[in-house]
């Protein structure tokens, strides 16, 4: 079956160079799609076909051959009509399981996957990378390493999407979005946003780079970044003066962050919360909505003093004190 | 459907030009704007959304041109972005909703159940006012300006940061809503409470079972739009959080709300089609229905899982996998009782009596290209597929089969086959079947090749493209302008019909159905006597001689 499929995929590709008509296909999942896609454009033409067929075949022979002929009744069929009741029922539970598990199985990116953030923002994207280096509708990547990307948007929705690796999230305002791929070709493939969002929606695009390990690592390297996201993010920690309050050794007016990141907290409403991007987000914007016991809801929202970047930096500070702190539990 | 008369109907013999009937019983623009018949009332509509389709369809012909080059042929991103919104705002709700029911559905609702009108004739009028208000607002927001929003409207964009006539058109729109709920809840008052003497539901034309369907769609969906759009012009007016989360609203429950209705908005425009199509099929192949019962309640069945389907247009926003799995299998559910029509259908003609004037032409074209625009939506509720293609012109092809491959193709079927009942006169058939074929081939070169584009990745409402894209726009465009040409030539046969087409009698395709006979144009009661009902729907075997008048 599968050689059968692949074989037809080798003769479309190399139809496609007539008329295009397969897209790049360059990601791990990306194969796994277009097999699918495979099967339900045969699914489509056969029944298309077929029924155009029997259509055709029936207007021919049963034409009308003199203006007062009567046809005689036809008897309802009970075992047809359960019939193609059953099969196209059949089918279609075939197809929910089979594209189901696909998309299951390539919800969650794997444990090991390098973390990059995106934000869109009329009519751009705006790209970081945890070392550092930033990007503005381009995304350098290393081939056959899984890759991690957070979304989100400083405006309006947006939506990321990289046709040859088959993927695409929307970048929603005030939550974060999460897809992943694994490029399997090293290569330049489009990136579109593929949520309508304004005047330039179409000029949002933009270009993935996918490069060997060694180049990579070069072109992070040569970039212009002098410091991480996570120190970045400490810079403005100190400059917002969230540092006044929350001090390090937990005497401040505000809890200390140091190795909060990834633990459960209690809320003053008595509920328990995870710390994690999003919940730090909250803090940030509307802290007001998620009080803590033992501290009074004192502190300022910074919505509209800081973009969805910078709170991505402070995240990553954050998560930085966490590890500093699992690192110096461990000594 | 055969029925005994109690009488026999005095005008049989009468030519139509001195007999009275709905259209000549009085006269001046008073006795039509004035009137409760709702015949007159069908074709007030019928005059309206035609001039709205043709407005929507001079935007969709600017628009294939513009794509006609990479960076755009004619205008700028901006004005473009509006074309795109005001085709969809337009065709959707002021074409493709009312289509069906408002004109074929109030002029055949009451002659096909044997009544002399609607339960409400001046809420009926009032229904055709009130579309006609909403109309006038939204013509007036394409004036002042337009609006670039997409016809879904999508929050935050068209609440805090599009500068364009959002309010107008959201008005327009919530306004015309009302006009669909009086007229849902006008049939489905009248075909429980106003069925002639034996005509028991299911000796119901399968027409009548698919407006019961529709109808409760626009009763139960139509306010959620209408509160939905009335949020967002309160978030847009006074800044109330909502939507927007930058003033504490959530974008997605937008989408939510929104697809509550416009998913079981797809089934109002596709079920009346369903419906014509039931009549042309049994009608042009003398037979009746293969399945009576399982194409009626697939339509019911229809009604109520497209209720359930919304999620499959958010499977990309972020919902939960686990919300992804529920709607993507409901959403193969609703496909099987469309399936389950379509073989019907095709069975129906298994053994008939088939012959091709231009209704049946446009009813087999319905058939083909609804089940290619059925087929390709399993594209869509498949998870990983979906990942890919939505947002991108695989979208628009797959719902330009279903809405215009499917329910304008059913309308103009159902148009053509009742045009001698609703004027008294025949269209030229062969210009009509030229026209029938015009379209089907417009319609595929125009749409196919955007399945092609949208597997490629192009996304949709894209001004610009990046220039490997261009062969298939540039087909595309080509056969846009070939279906625009298409649906031209009805237009102008049709209009030429109404003076100068040859008068016919009552019944001049030999179909069955009560509203055949009655003369045509029907008098202003529909029928001198209430007809007494007693057979089945689609009696064609056994009637020998079948009459043509």
Redesign the interface.
């Given at each position: 079956m599968n050689g059968l499929i692949q074989s037809w995929l080798n003769f479309i590709g190399a139809a496609a160079t007539l008329i295009p008509i397969k897209p790049a296909a360059a990601s791990s999942i990306a194969e796994g799609v277009d097999h699918l896609y495979f099967v339900l454009t045969v699914i489509t033409l056969f029944f298309t076909i077929s029924i155009f067929a029997t259509i055709f075949y029936f207007m021919i022979k049963f034409r009308r051959r003199s203006p007062n002929e009567v046809p005689e009744d036809t008897k309802e069929h009970l075992a047809l009509e359960l019939t193609w009741t059953i099969v196209p029922t059949l089918i279609t539970v075939f197809l929910f399981v089979w594209a189901s598990s696909l998309y299951f199985e390539n919800s969650r990116p794997p444990r090991a996957a390098t973390e990059i953030f995106v934000v869109g923002k009329q009519w751009m994207w705006h790209i970081q990378h945890p070392e550092g280096v930033r990007e503005i509708n381009e995304l350098h990547v290393p081939v056959n390493e899984p890759i991690s990307i957070t979304l989100t948007s400083d405006d309006v929705i947006h939506d990321f999407y990289i046709p040859a690796f088959r993927v695409k999230k929307d970048a929603v305002p005030g939550r974060y979005t999460e897809l992943w791929f694994q490029a399997t070709k090293v290569g330049t493939y489009h990136i579109f946003c593929g949520q309508y969002c304004g005047a330039d929606h179409a000029e949002m695009i933009g270009w993935v780079y996918v490069m060997s390990p060694t180049d990579y690592a070069q072109w992070l390297s040569g970039g212009s970044k002098n410091e991480t996201m996570a120190q970045t993010g400490e810079r403005l920690f100190t400059q917002l003066g969230c540092v006044t309050c929350h001090v390090a050794d937990g005497t401040g007016r505000g809890p200390s962050l140091v190795g909060v990141y990834g633990k459960q907290q209690k809320l003053a409403s008595g509920e328990m919360k995870m710390v994690d991007g999003p919940f730090i987000r909250q803090a940030i914007v509307n802290p007001n909505s998620i009080p803590l016991p033992n501290y009074p809801p004192i502190m300022p929202t910074f919505q509209g003093q800081i973009n969805e970047e910078q709170v991505l930096q402070l995240i990553a500070y954050v998560k930085s004190l966490g590890t500093q702190q699992t690192e110096a539990n461990g000594k | 459907m055969s029925s005994t008369l109690i009488a026999e109907i005095p005008g049989h013999e009468i030519p139509s030009e001195s007999r009275l009937n709905y259209l000549n019983a009085n006269y001046g623009i008073k006795s039509w704007l004035l009137t409760t018949d709702h015949k007159r009332i069908a074709l007030l509509y019928l005059g309206s959304i035609t001039l709205m389709f043709f407005v929507g369809g001079f935007f969709a012909v600017l628009m294939r041109l513009h794509l006609i080059e990479p960076e755009g042929a004619l205008v700028a991103?901006?004005v473009y972005?509006k074309l795109f919104t005001m085709h969809g705002v337009i065709m959707v709700f002021f074409f493709l909703v009312p289509s069906i029911p408002a004109t074929l559905g109030n002029f055949l609702v009451p002659m096909m159940i044997g009544a002399r009108d609607l339960a409400f004739p001046k809420l009926n009028l009032l229904s055709w006012y009130i579309y006609i208000i909403g109309a006038a607002f939204t013509l007036y927001a394409v004036i002042s300006g337009g609006v670039?929003t997409?016809w879904t409207f999508?929050t935050?964009?068209s609440s805090?940061?599009?500068h364009t006539s959002v309010i107008p058109t959201a008005l327009g729109v919530f306004i015309t809503g009302f006009s669909s709920i009086l007229t849902g809840l006008n049939f489905v008052v009248t075909i429980h409470k106003m069925r002639a003497p034996g005509l028991t539901w299911f000796r119901l034309p399968l027409f009548i079972w698919a407006m019961y369907a529709t109808s409760i769609i626009f009763i139960l969906g139509t306010p959620v739009i209408a509160i939905t759009l009335f949020l967002l012009a309160l978030e847009r007016l006074l800044h109330i959080g909502i939507f927007?989360?930058?003033i504490?609203g959530?974008?997605?429950l937008f989408q939510h709300l929104f697809w509550f209705y416009s998913h079981p908005a797809v089934y109002i425009m596709i079920l009346p089609g369903m419906g014509v199509m039931s009549e042309l099929i049994t009608c042009f192949?003398?037979?009746?229905i293969?399945?009576?019962s399982?194409v009626a309640f697939s339509s019911l069945s229809i009604a109520i899982i497209s209720f359930l389907v919304w999620g499959h247009h958010m499977f990309?926003?972020?919902q939960s996998?686990y919300a992804?799995?529920i709607f993507?299998?409901l959403s193969?559910?609703v496909?099987?009782p469309s399936?389950?029509k379509?073989?019907?259908w095709?069975?129906t003609?298994?053994?008939?009596?088939?012959?091709?004037e231009a209704p049946m032409l446009y009813a087999?074209g319905f058939?083909?290209l609804f089940?290619?625009g059925g087929?390709?939506g399993?594209?869509l509720?498949?998870?990983?597929?979906d990942?890919?293609l939505?947002?991108?012109y695989f979208i628009v092809a797959h719902f330009h089969y279903i809405m215009v491959g499917g329910a304008v193709m059913a309308y103009l079927g159902g148009i053509h086959f009742w045009w001698p009942k609703i004027t008294g006169r025949m269209y030229p058939d062969a210009w009509a079947r030229f026209a029938a074929l015009v379209i089907f081939v417009g319609f595929n070169l125009t749409f196919f090749p955007q399945f092609?584009l949208g597997?490629?990745?192009m996304?949709?409402?894209?001004?610009?493209?990046?220039a490997?894209?261009q062969?298939?726009n540039v087909m595309s465009s080509a056969g846009a302008s070939i279906l625009g040409i298409g649906y031209l030539i009805p237009l102008i046969y049709l209009i030429w019909s109404i003076r100068y087409g040859p008068a016919v009698g009552p019944n001049p395709w030999g179909a069955k159905g009560l509203e055949w006979q009655t003369p045509s144009p029907p008098p202003t009661e529909n029928f001198e006597e209430i007809p007494v009902v007693t057979e089945d729907a689609y009696d064609?075997?056994?009637?020998?001689?079948?009459a043509?008048g």
């Open positions: - | 991103p901006e972005n670039d997409g999508y935050p964009y805090s940061f599009s927007d989360p930058a504490g959530d974008p997605i192949s003398r037979k009746r293969f399945g009576y399982f990309v926003t972020g996998i992804g799995l993507s299998v193969f559910l496909a099987i399936a389950i379509v073989f019907n095709t069975a003609l298994y053994k008939g009596s088939i012959s091709y087999l058939i083909g089940t290619m087929l390709t399993l594209f509720a498949s998870l990983a597929t990942v890919h939505n947002g991108t092609m597997y490629l990745g996304p949709r409402r894209y001004a610009v493209y990046p490997e894209f062969v298939l064609y075997a056994g009637t020998t001689g079948v043509r």
